[in-house]
Nanobody, 125 residues
Framework: QVQLVESGGGLVQAGGSLRLSCAASGRTYTTYAMGWFRQAPGKEREFVARIRWSTGRTYYADSVKGRFTISRDNAKNMAYLQMNSLKPEDTAVYYC??????????????????WGQGTQVTVSS
């Protein structure tokens, strides 16, 4: 099993920045990639970004490309999401997730096996 704990959420004005952190523990060596998803009220959970542990290769949703950056620290079993130029439409609960294997559908929730409890990000206009 792998446990994931997010932190760093909060309230920020439009145009501001936040950095989310995800601490992974347990059998982290069994994981292949880390991802960030978000879910706004009344909407489905949507893909934000993904990073492969070994190579650092990244993938982004079009809506955040150029504004958000996903990174990882293998030694600390940490993943991060740096969010810049935040917009009100970025308001959501942000979830960290870990996948055990390669998936061409990296943007789908089914590609991930473990999930954190989520952290709220609110962007005011």
């Amino acid at each position: 099993q792998v446990q994931l704990v997010e932190s760093g959420g909060g309230l920020v004005q439009a145009g501001g920045s936040l950095r989310l952190s995800c601490a992974a523990s347990g059998r982290t060596y069994t994981t292949y990639a880390m991802g960030w998803f978000r879910q706004a009220p009344g909407k489905e959970r949507e893909f934000v970004a993904r990073i492969r542990w070994s190579t650092g290769r990244t993938y982004y949703a079009d809506s955040v490309k150029g504004r958000f950056t996903i990174s990882r620290d293998n030694a600390k079993n940490m993943a991060y999401l740096q969010m810049n130029s935040l917009k009100p439409e970025d308001t959501a609960v942000y979830y960290c997730a870990a996948g055990k294997s390669y998936s061409s559908s990296y943007y789908a929730t089914m590609a991930y096996d473990y999930w954190g409890q989520g952290t709220q990000v609110t962007v005011s206009s």
